[in-house]
């Protein structure tokens, strides 16, 4: 049995914690075992307590924002407390601004430094400072790297460069999100929803999601179709001020009886199946686990045309719609009224995008040749 050691978990219910905890639930531990680095230990991680149950370790390190010193002193004291005990290291990141686990880790001999990109954009505006800190990062990243992953081909590309890597896919447990239309009908009358045509986001409140122009979307549309509701789902993490504008927008349009706010949520999966039409107008993505947990459930999906044309993988559900015209967006929620739920298991597996067939790639990457016989057939 080998280890692992993964960095990139929040406290945030995200798309990059719920791709770990992915892998974590379907690995097989006799072979693979994850252990997990907080690496803003003020905070307790997302699914921590799963985490710990299964047998895994969670070591903790304070934030470098807090505290830049003890950070890296910790960093070191986790290393070398640890030294030979793990195959491999996986820094999961949105960006570059930090890559000192890898860089590190070479010293203190883990056999595999794996970066592992996970969007195509950044956040915010960059200054100066950062994209000097980053040219800096680059160097210390090729100096310790050993494999680059990505999502997405997108994704890969706007993090590495030439650089050679390898696309490791989003997957899902596709019969978690198959359409089931006795959950559909038990949470519509739950939520009060029984007459209305429903659509759907899921994401942090960021500059990336683009709330503001969702709600402006579907305050256009709702004038077409008086019967529409929309499901926003996730919540801000740490800059309060992209959920504030959202409530004040959906305020100031009059739209808090038919915008609702539901905060984290863990069944997802289930609140999928309340929906109609899911809708993400991100700025920029890498590849969004969401945006397949949606086509999995059989929704009708509308996406901006900044993310990745890798998403589509289902037939007929999915259109990109540009972010410069709000009559695109209603034009596709026009076409989404049209379309049926349908089981789309299939599709999404022969893409490489479940998780069972997923996983034994990941599991013949982390095992030595030697140790790769008897895999699962």
Known sequence: MIKVLQIGMTRNIGGLETYLMQQFRHLDRSKIIYDFVNITSEYEIAFADEILSSGSKIFGVVSRHRSPIKHYWQWLKLLWSTRG??????????????VFPIFAAKFFGVPMRIMHSHNSGFEINISLARRILIAFNKILLSLGVTDRFACSTKAGQWMFGDEKFTVINNAIDCKKFQFDPTIRAELRKKLGLEKNFVLGHVGRFTFQKNHAFLIDVFNAAVKIFPDLTLLLIGDAVEDQSFLDEARLKVKDYGLESRVKFLGLRTDVERLMQAMDCFILPSKFEGLPMVGIEAQAAGLPCLFSDAITRELEITRGLVKFISLDSID??????????????????????????????????????????????????
């Open 85 to 98: 005990q793990y195959r491999a290291i996986v820094l999961n990141s949105n960006g570059l601004s930090y």
């Open 328 to 377: 695109g967006w209603i034009e596709g929620i026009r076409g989404a009224r049209t379309i049926e739920r349908r089981d789309t298991r299939e599709e999404i597996a022969a893409a490489g995008y479940d998780i069972e067939r997923e996983i034994e790639r990941l599991e013949k990457i982390f095992l030595p040749p030697e140790r790769q016989l008897g895999m699962r057939n």
